[in-house]
Each structure stands twice: as C-alpha cells, then as structure tokens.
C-alpha cells in the first residue's frame, strides 16, 4: 500500500515537473543577460546574475506596452459588451414567455455546434468590406455574443423560484429593476465566472486579431508574441523573447491563482454541457 | 377594506389547442367584510390558490368582477391594488438583509407615494417591530430558521401598508409546534393591524383556530362559508362535513323510513319532516353516548384513554372506516364486551342526500 | 399550480418585451453567425470569386476540385490526421492516467490540481514560444531536450527546422500539453462522482481493484471519456495556432500546415485573397469533422451498450 502510494506520487510529481519546466524555462531564459543566454552551449538550469534588462528591452525595442493596452481594451470592452448582451437574452429565454420563445431557443443551441472556423471567412470579408481593418470595432463585433453563455446564464437564472418574480410584481417592481436587482444579484457567481472565462478567452484571441489587423499599433499581444517570433529583437534575442512571454503569461497566471476554484468549476461545466 | 368577489371563474387554457382547459376557479361569488380573517379552505388543487392570485393581481380572471370596496380592481395591476402577499416558501431575495428586503416595496413607491429614506427607515422598523425581527435587521434570509423568514415574509408583505394582506399556505413550511405559535402570531399581528387579510390553507384545524369566516372550496366551486363554529355545526354537505373537524366525522350509509332512521335494521333516531330515501349519516365523534339500552349496536374493537376522555373504537358493515367516538373519561365502558350500545345526540347527526350529498334538515 | 409565467400579465406586451431584451444578441448572431454560416456555402460554389471586383464566374464545384488537387492541401489534411491520430489517444489514456492518481491521493491534491490546470490558462502563442527553444537546434547551442537525450547516446535532432517525424514530435508533444488540463478536470470531477457506495460494497464483495476500475469505475465514467474523445477529436481537427507558436506563421514553408491553417493562408496573408478556396477547404474540414464525431458516437453506443 505504502509503496503504491509512493509511486503514484513520483508519477504526479513527474507530470507536474513537465506543466511547470516550461515556466520555469521561460522565466529562467529571461532573467539571463543575453551574453550569457548566448553564450552557454549547454544550457545552465539556473543563474546566479539574474539580470532585468531583457524586460526593459522587450518594453522597448517593440511596442509590447501598446500590445497590453490593446488586449486589455479589446478584453474589457468585448466582456462588458459580452455580459450586457447575454443578460438580456438570457433573461428573455428564461423569464419571459413570449411567443415562438422554445423554437428560438432551440435555434440558438443547434448554433452552438457551429464551428468559429466556418463563419470566420465571411466575418473577415465583411468586417474588411465595412472598411473596419485595424479598429477596436472591427475586433470587438464578431464576439460580443456567446450561445453558451446564455444558456449557461439562463440555466441559471431559471433556478431562482419564481415566487421571488410575483413577490417583485405585487411590489410594484419593473422587469428592469427586477433583473437588475433580484436577478443578477443572486445569479452573480454564474456571471462573475463567465466573465473570466471570457477575460481569458479574449487574452488568449489570436486568429481573429491575426485576420483582421495588420497595423501594429492595433495587435494584441498574441500578435505581439508572433511578431517578435518572426521579426524579433534585430537577431535571436531568446532573453528578451522569453522576457515578452512571461509578461504575456503573468496576468493570465495570477487571475488563475486568484479565482482558481471559479474558474475550474466553471471549466467543468463547460465539460458537463456536453 | 372589503372584498368582493362576482361570477369570478378561471380556465387554463389546454397544452394546446384540441385539449380542453382546466377550470380551476367556477363562478365564484364571494363577500368579504372588512377587516376580519378569512380562511379559504379545501383539498390541494380545489382552486383556492388561484383565487387567491386572482385577488392578488398576479392572475386574471377568465371571467367575473373583483371588487375592493366600491373598487373595480379586476384590470389593475397588482402593485396597484394595495395589496400584500405572504408566499409559502417566503420568496425572500438571498441577496438582501433583512432591512433591504422590508425595505424593497417602499422603494418602488413612485410620485405622491414616494417617501423619503428616514421615513421608509422608520415604516421598515415599524414593520419588523411588528413581527418582532427589528433585532435581526442586518441578517440575510439564509442565516435565519424558518419561523424568522416566515416574519421577514410578514413584515415585507404589510410595509406599504396594504388594503387586503393576502397569505399563500403560509404555515406550511414550518415544523408542527413552530406552526402553532405562528398562527397565533399571525392572528395577533392581523388584530393589531386591522388589515383584511385572506388566508389560504388546506389544513382545517389551521383554519378553523385561526380564523372569522371560513370558506371552504372544492374543485373551484363553493361550499359553504361562515364562522367556523357555525361550518363545523351545520355543513351545508357532506364533503363539507367529512372536511372539518379531527377526528374525522363518522359516515354510515343508511336510510330514512316512515321519519326514522335507519342503520342496517336498527332504527337509530327519529327524523321528522324527512321523506323516505337512502341517505349518508354523518355523526361527529362527539355525538355519541355510550348506553347499555343504546339503539346502535356496533363491534367493539378497542378502547383508547386520553385523559379527559376516552375514544371508543368500533366497527359496524355500515361505516366507511372505523367509527371513532369521544366520550367522557367518566363514562363506564366494559372493555371486555365484544359489542358497544350507542344513542346518537341528534344535533350532531346530520344527514345527506346519497344522491347528491347536499344535508337534509330534520326535526 | 406550478406554470413558468403568469397568464395576468398582458400578453402583447410580454411578446414584444421578449423579442426587445433578446434584440442585441439576435442582431449579432444573425450577423457574425447566421448569415456567415450560409454565405461560406454560396462562397465555395463561387468560381472565380475575386475579393477586389467582389465578383465570379459562375457556379460549380472548381474550388472543391481545386483544393483537393493542391499539394499544400493535401498536406495539411495528411498533417491534421497524423496530430489527432497521435495525439487523441495519447492525451485521454495519459489524463485518465493522472486522475485516477489524483483521485486515490488527498495529500497535496489541490496543489497538483492547481498545477495541472496552469497550460490551460497561459497563451498559446506564448509559450510555444518556449516549447521551440527547448527544442531548437541552432549554431550557438543544441538546445535543452537534445543535450537530455544526448545522454542516451542519440545525436542532436532539429526538431523545428529538420525531419518531419521530429517536427511532428514536437507538435504533438506541445498539444497534448496543452489539451491536457481541461481533460484531466473533466475525468477527476467525473471519477469523483461514482459514488463510493460501490467501491465500499466492491470491496466487502473482495474485488481486486484492477477489476473494480474496469467493471465499476470505467462504466461509470464513460460517457465523459466519450465526450472528451469527441472533442478530442474536433479540438484536434482544428489545430492551428499551436503550429504557428512552433514553426511560424508561414506554416506550408515548414511542411507543418494544418487544415485550418491553410483556410487562413487562403483567406489572408501572403497567397491570401482567396474566399472561395477558403470556404471550400473550411466545408472539407467540417464534413470530416461531422463524419468523425457521428462515427465516434455510433461506435461509442455499440461500446457502452455491451458492458
């Protein structure tokens, strides 16, 4: 028993030595000067001149500041956008019941089958034909609706009784205020983990951003990232590279570490819908 | 305020067009007076709920008039009829303290109606007070037993100060001896207040403690209204009959002949002005005296000592179940005997049509 | 009396209540989804479809055919097979692995939990970034993973820039690090909710625990396993911006493009300009992608329909 256990923990410990070494690396890799980085045929596991000066360079040599402000204005207005539209729906799928309501929502689950990658081309075409190339609108449109989000939303909303709804009608209270004030109130962990998991979806965007910008002053830090791959620091500056990644990585990890049960709850229930 | 009701009916419609609705409430003509308790009593699904929704606003009517006062209210809007209602499962936001929840209709209040933050603060306090939670003001609903959501409940439904209190099955939720004390609540908190206040409950017992006028309803249709002492002497037919009072009324089949009644051949009572037919016999437990020279005889089959008083279990072919009788603790029974003799009190003997279950009044 | 909604409310203003507070999200979906999803139909029967005059010749199926006879095309779909092929089965045993062993352990659990869910949240573009240095060969050094299995007496290897195998080795390794998390939270919370009941009756009955996993703990969690196969299966189809992290955004120079990411190059980019070979390439991509997932979900009823 005693030996099965033990094994089992030198094989987790194992897999989670292979998550974590690329972090590791990375981080490793940034804080070596890139004298040194260049200079080590084989690669050092550890440095004792930790050095910050690949950040300084990653923030100067390309616009990696203007990459940050585009994604976190790309991320912020598309969740918001995002949270607005789908409260709305929601509440109507779940609240209301007006006429043609069951046959509407089944349409907008059999779109949930529909894969990003069939729409995209007549998206980019029509984004480009509206002349909106290299615009936060042109970003932000195609993804300010989620189907599954709404229903997760209005799978939530349908779980509050609906005697709370007469208790707000016999009050005197509007639908408006009832949803603003009953309804999204007590349905704010559903929402909050919806707008994680929307803050880390649009972080990570790289596609659509890829198709629709070309002007560096609008990329996100995907097409930062890729930029600096393919053009990079004037020669193979791996240091000031890696220096890039980890500040691309770190919002995303220390959200992770903030709202780590959210988040996976809210993961797995995206497993479960299936 | 009073409450009056004119040919109200309602009718779900069907799942679709082919099936026929369900008639859940049948031209209902009701007269409430002001300020008193008023039960509406019946099995599940007899309607009284969605009267009562009717009365709220929260349901329209199929058909038929509801009046508050000299008020037509049948096409205001609930929030507009100066109403409040008491939900069976408290419908309290979990969001909100206490204070908020109490507070929550007050600020809805719009133009001449609306109040000013102190005074709302001070009709809140009120209110709690009332129902005796201002000291758990900051609580939310998910910390407090149920009893205490039942009073939040109460407290929230009488702030604005409403013509006609309305409460759903209210004492439903709570465990048997929480029940007890908060229908006395209840009743206080209706007194002091004065309000008119319906009351909708399938337990009897519940109703007939509780309230001033009772009124018992059975598949959307009337029975009979009235004081509950008065409902209990005099059901108007036997379903009112068999539905009031605990223990249950004891039925028996029997007949009428030549102005006796009969049960099996025995002729147990004199019944004048009666004509000869089949009919059900209802006598309550009470209505029975134990006497040797008794004109029923019935299987003894077992005897239960209360105290006071002493149930008398016994079987007769007749019966619908076992026929339960309360008798004085004084009273001398033979516990050894295989059969009992009973006189039957005439006033709490009734008698019913067997073909249509309406009372037959005799002599 | 239990109904959804009220009949009292005024019906007619309830319609078009409803209909107004779903107006945003329907006006989007109807213009970034609907609409798209039909016009990406008429695209790829558009012969000749030039982006510029935004017009064609006619209709017929020459962008189809075009397609299917383009060797870089050809070569995506060969690439896309080969990285779900090894990837899919890889990644489900692996996971199942890794959560069985998470579930039979509750020290440290949350910690490995934790750690094991990290590739999720970081981007992809990012850190792929470091998967090539790891295995990158250049002149100054033979990078990191080519020192470790120098150890064993094999000679350095480029796998960004060298032989397919090992190009693909590195793909497949970067996926299945990345697909890893959401599989392994999905298996550990399923493996969690077999009741212990059956385990505890299990063991009175002397079950070895070899056979418990099999006759009990398997067929109990199958239908997750069958849901992760299945997107599995269409995550894998759909891979992309993994190989652009690794190789580069000119991905058929690599010989490392895969379906979607000729869709793209086809849309956009240096021999972009082409909607129509786009369309028809992205409606091959989801015919097969259909055809698989209907294949898995009837082999996978047979299968569960036996134990």
Same mark, same amino acid.
């Given at each position: 028993?005693?030996?099965?256990?033990?094994?089992?923990?030198?094989?987790?410990?194992?897999?989670?030595?292979?998550?974590?070494?690329?972090?590791?690396?990375?981080?490793?890799?940034?804080?070596?000067?890139?004298?040194?980085?260049?200079?080590?045929?084989?690669?050092?596991?550890?440095?004792?001149?930790?050095?910050?000066?690949?950040?300084?360079?990653? +923030?100067?040599? /390309? *616009?990696?500041?203007? =990459?940050? !402000?585009?994604?976190?204005?790309? %991320?912020?207005?598309?969740?918001? #956008?995002?949270?607005?539209?789908?409260?709305?729906?929601?509440?109507?799928?779940?609240?209301?019941?007006?006429?043609?309501?069951?046959?509407?929502?089944?349409?907008?689950?059999?779109?949930?089958?529909?894969?990003?990658?069939?729409?995209?081309?007549?998206?980019?075409?029509?984004?480009?034909?509206?002349?909106?190339?290299?615009?936060?609108?042109?970003?932000?449109?195609?993804?300010?609706?989620?189907?599954?989000?709404?229903?997760?939303?209005?799978?939530? +909303?349908?779980? /509050? *009784?609906?005697?709370? =709804?007469? !208790?707000?009608?016999?009050?005197? %209270?509007?639908?408006?205020?009832? #949803?603003?004030?009953?309804?999204?109130?007590?349905?704010?962990?559903?929402?909050?983990?919806?707008?994680?998991?929307?803050?880390?979806?649009?972080?990570?965007?790289?596609?659509?951003?890829?198709?629709?910008?070309?002007?560096?002053?609008?990329?996100?830090?995907?097409?930062?990232?890729?930029?600096?791959?393919?053009?990079?620091?004037?020669?193979?500056?791996?240091?000031?590279?890696?220096?890039?990644?980890?500040?691309?990585?770190?919002?995303?990890?220390?959200?992770?570490?903030?709202?780590?049960?959210?988040?996976? !709850?809210?993961?797995?229930?995206?497993?479960?819908?299936? | 305020?009073?409450?009056?009701?004119?040919?109200?009916?309602?009718?779900?419609?069907?799942?679709?067009?082919?099936?026929?609705?369900?008639?859940?409430?049948?031209?209902?003509?009701?007269?409430?007076?002001?300020?008193?308790?008023?039960?509406?009593?019946?099995?599940?699904?007899?309607?009284?709920?969605?009267?009562?929704?009717?009365?709220?606003?929260?349901?329209?009517?199929?058909?038929?008039?509801?009046?508050?006062?000299?008020?037509?209210?049948?096409?205001?809007?609930?929030?507009?009829?100066?109403?409040?209602?008491?939900?069976?499962?408290?419908?309290?936001?979990?969001?909100?303290?206490?204070?908020?929840?109490?507070?929550?209709?007050?600020?809805?209040?719009?133009?001449?109606?609306?109040?000013?933050?102190?005074?709302?603060?001070?009709?809140?306090?009120?209110?709690?007070?009332?129902?005796?939670?201002?000291?758990?003001?900051?609580?939310?609903?998910?910390?407090?037993?149920?009893?205490?959501?039942?009073?939040?409940?109460?407290?929230?439904?009488?702030?604005?100060?409403?013509?006609?209190?309305?409460?759903?099955?209210?004492?439903?939720?709570?465990?048997?001896?929480?029940?007890?004390?908060?229908?006395?609540?209840?009743?206080?908190?209706?007194?002091?207040?004065?309000?008119?206040?319906?009351?909708?409950?399938?337990?009897?017992?519940?109703?007939?403690?509780?309230?001033?006028?009772i009124v018992v309803m059975k598949d959307g249709v009337l029975h009979q209204i009235g004081k509950p002492q008065d409902v209990y002497d005099d059901p108007v037919n036997l379903f009112v009959a068999e539905f009031l009072g605990t223990p249950e009324i004891n039925v028996f089949e029997g007949k009428v002949k030549d102005g006796g009644l009969y049960i099996g051949e025995q002729r147990?009572?004199?019944?004048?002005?009666?004509?000869?037919?089949?009919?059900?016999?209802?006598?309550?437990?009470?209505?029975?005296?134990?006497?040797?020279?008794?004109?029923?005889?019935?299987?003894?089959?077992?005897?239960?000592?209360?105290?006071?008083?002493?149930?008398?279990?016994?079987?007769?072919?007749?019966?619908?179940?076992?026929?339960?009788?309360?008798?004085?603790?004084?009273?001398?029974?033979?516990?050894?005997?295989?059969?009992?003799?009973?006189?039957?009190?005439?006033?709490?003997?009734?008698?019913?049509?067997?073909?249509?279950?309406?009372?037959?009044?005799?002599? | 009396?239990?109904?959804?909604?009220?009949?009292?409310?005024?019906?007619?203003?309830?319609?078009?209540?409803?209909?107004?507070?779903?107006?945003?999200?329907?006006?989007?979906?109807?213009?970034?989804?609907?609409?798209?999803?039909?016009?990406?139909?008429?695209?790829?029967?558009?012969?000749?479809?030039?982006?510029?005059?935004?017009?064609?010749?006619?209709?017929?199926?020459?962008?189809?055919?075009?397609?299917?006879?383009?060797?870089?095309f050809l070569k995506a779909v060969k690439n896309t097979f080969i990285l779900v092929i090894i990837t899919v089965p890889i990644s489900t045993v692996l996971s199942l692995l890794i959560s069985l062993g998470l579930n039979s352990i509750k020290a440290l659990k949350n910690m490995f939990q934790t750690i094991f869910f990290l590739p999720y949240v970081t981007n992809t573009l990012a850190?792929?970034?470091?998967?090539?240095?790891?295995?990158?060969?250049?002149?100054?050094?033979?990078?990191?993973?080519?020192?470790?299995?120098?150890?064993?007496?094999?000679?350095?290897?480029?796998?960004?820039?060298?032989?397919?195998?090992?190009?693909?080795?590195?793909?497949?390794?970067?996926?299945?690090?990345?697909?890893?998390?959401?599989?392994?939270?999905?298996?550990?919370?399923?493996?969690?909710?077999?009741?212990?009941?059956?385990?505890?009756?299990?063991?009175?009955?002397?079950?070895?625990?070899?056979?418990?996993?099999?006759?009990?703990?398997?067929?109990?969690?199958?239908?997750?396993?069958?849901?992760?196969?299945?997107?599995?299966?269409?995550?894998?189809?759909?891979?992309?911006?993994?190989?652009?992290?690794?190789?580069?955004?000119?991905?058929?120079?690599?010989?490392?493009?895969?379906?979607?990411?000729?869709?793209?190059?086809?849309?956009?980019?240096?021999?972009?300009?082409?909607?129509?070979?786009?369309?028809?390439?992205?409606?091959?991509?989801?015919?097969?992608?259909?055809?698989?997932?209907?294949?898995?979900?009837?082999?996978?009823?047979?299968?569960?329909?036996?134990?």
């Amino acid at each position: 028993m005693k030996v099965k256990k033990t094994i089992i923990y030198f094989l987790l410990a194992v897999w989670a030595l292979v998550v974590l070494f690329p972090f590791y690396w990375m981080v490793l890799s940034s804080v070596k000067s890139y004298a040194s980085y260049a200079g080590e045929k084989i690669p050092k596991f550890f440095t004792l001149t930790p050095t910050f000066e690949n950040y300084t360079s990653a +923030f100067t040599a /390309v *616009p990696l500041a203007k =990459y940050f !402000a585009n994604t976190l204005i790309f %991320t912020l207005l598309t969740t918001a #956008l995002m949270v607005i539209v789908i409260i709305f729906a929601a509440y109507a799928f779940a609240r209301i019941d007006f006429k043609g309501r069951n046959l509407l929502f089944i349409m907008f689950l059999a779109l949930m089958m529909i894969p990003n990658e069939l729409v995209i081309i007549t998206n980019f075409v029509t984004i480009t034909n509206l002349d909106l190339r290299n615009t936060f609108t042109g970003l932000i449109l195609p993804s300010v609706t989620s189907v599954f989000y709404i229903y997760l939303l209005k799978e939530n +909303f349908e779980q /509050v *009784p609906d005697e709370l =709804y007469y !208790a707000a009608k016999v009050d005197g %209270t509007s639908d408006l205020k009832y #949803l603003f004030k009953v309804m999204v109130p007590i349905c704010r962990p559903t929402i909050i983990t919806v707008i994680i998991l929307k803050v880390i979806e649009c972080w990570n965007s790289y596609v659509w951003p890829r198709l629709i910008t070309d002007d560096p002053m609008y990329y996100l830090v995907s097409n930062g990232i890729q930029e600096i791959r393919e053009n990079g620091f004037g020669r193979d500056n791996i240091p000031a590279m890696m220096a890039a990644v980890v500040a691309v990585s770190v919002p995303l990890i220390i959200l992770f570490l903030i709202f780590r049960k959210k988040i996976m !709850a809210g993961v797995s229930r995206e497993g479960i819908k299936g | 305020m009073n409450v009056k009701i004119e040919n109200l009916t309602k009718v779900f419609p069907g799942r679709d067009k082919k099936s026929a609705g369900v008639t859940a409430v049948k031209d209902f003509n009701l007269e409430l007076p002001d300020g008193k308790l008023v039960c509406l009593l019946g099995p599940s699904g007899c309607g009284k709920s969605t009267l009562l929704y009717m009365i709220c606003g929260l349901e329209s009517p199929t058909e038929g008039k509801i009046y508050f006062g000299d008020q037509d209210v049948t096409d205001i809007p609930s929030e507009k009829r100066g109403v409040g209602l008491v939900f069976q499962n408290y419908a309290l936001y979990p969001h909100l303290t206490v204070k908020q929840i109490i507070k929550f209709p007050l600020e809805n209040l719009k133009g001449e109606e609306k109040l000013s933050k102190e005074e709302m603060d001070k009709r809140a306090l009120e209110a709690a007070k009332l129902v005796q939670i201002d000291g758990l003001m900051d609580r939310k609903p998910g910390y407090m037993s149920g009893g205490q959501q039942q009073r939040v409940a109460i407290a929230r439904a009488i702030v604005k100060r409403p013509k006609v209190l309305l409460m759903d099955e209210p004492l439903s939720n709570l465990d048997a001896r929480l029940r007890l004390h908060t229908r006395e609540e209840i009743r206080r908190i209706q007194k002091d207040t004065g309000i008119t206040t319906i009351f909708v409950t399938h337990d009897q017992e519940e109703a007939m403690s509780i309230s001033d006028l009772i009124v018992v309803m059975k598949d959307g249709v009337l029975h009979q209204i009235g004081k509950p002492q008065d409902v209990y002497d005099d059901p108007v037919n036997l379903f009112v009959a068999e539905f009031l009072g605990t223990p249950e009324i004891n039925v028996f089949e029997g007949k009428v002949k030549d102005g006796g009644l009969y049960i099996g051949e025995q002729r147990v009572l004199e019944v004048k002005g009666v004509d000869d037919q089949d009919v059900w016999i209802g006598v309550r437990p009470e209505g029975f005296e134990v006497d040797p020279d008794g004109k029923f005889t019935c299987e003894l089959s077992g005897i239960n000592i209360m105290g006071r008083d002493i149930t008398v279990l016994s079987k007769h072919d007749a019966a619908k179940a076992v026929i339960r009788s309360i008798v004085s603790a004084e009273t001398k029974v033979d516990t050894e005997a295989k059969t009992i003799n009973l006189n039957l009190k005439p006033y709490k003997t009734f008698i019913f049509s067997k073909e249509t279950e309406e009372r037959i009044r005799f002599t | 009396m239990s109904k959804k909604t009220l009949s009292g409310v005024n019906s007619v203003a309830t319609n078009i209540s409803g209909w107004v507070y779903l107006l945003p999200a329907l006006l989007f979906l109807i213009a970034f989804m609907v609409y798209p999803l039909i016009d990406v139909f008429i695209y790829s029967f558009e012969e000749g479809y030039n982006s510029a005059s935004q017009s064609s010749f006619g209709i017929g199926l020459y962008n189809y055919a075009y397609i299917l006879r383009d060797p870089y095309f050809l070569k995506a779909v060969k690439n896309t097979f080969i990285l779900v092929i090894i990837t899919v089965p890889i990644s489900t045993v692996l996971s199942l692995l890794i959560s069985l062993g998470l579930n039979s352990i509750k020290a440290l659990k949350n910690m490995f939990q934790t750690i094991f869910f990290l590739p999720y949240v970081t981007n992809t573009l990012a850190v792929g970034l470091v998967f090539m240095i790891l295995f990158q060969k250049t002149p100054y050094t033979d990078g990191l993973v080519n020192l470790i299995i120098g150890k064993f007496g094999i000679s350095p290897i480029d796998f960004i820039d060298g032989p397919y195998w090992a190009k693909m080795l590195v793909l497949s390794v970067y996926v299945i690090w990345i697909v890893m998390p959401f599989k392994i939270l999905i298996l550990t919370s399923a493996l969690a909710s077999v009741p212990d009941v059956y385990y505890q009756s299990a063991r009175i009955d002397g079950t070895s625990s070899w056979r418990m996993f099999w006759r009990i703990t398997l067929p109990m969690i199958s239908p997750m396993i069958v849901y992760l196969v299945i997107t599995g299966f269409i995550g894998a189809f759909k891979a992309y911006s993994d190989a652009v992290a690794i190789f580069g955004i000119d991905l058929n120079a690599a010989g490392m493009n895969t379906i979607v990411g000729y869709v793209y190059d086809m849309l956009y980019g240096d021999g972009g300009g082409y909607p129509s070979y786009a369309s028809a390439a992205a409606i091959v991509l989801f015919a097969i992608v259909l055809t698989i997932t209907v294949i898995n979900l009837i082999v996978s009823r047979k299968a569960t329909d036996i134990t």
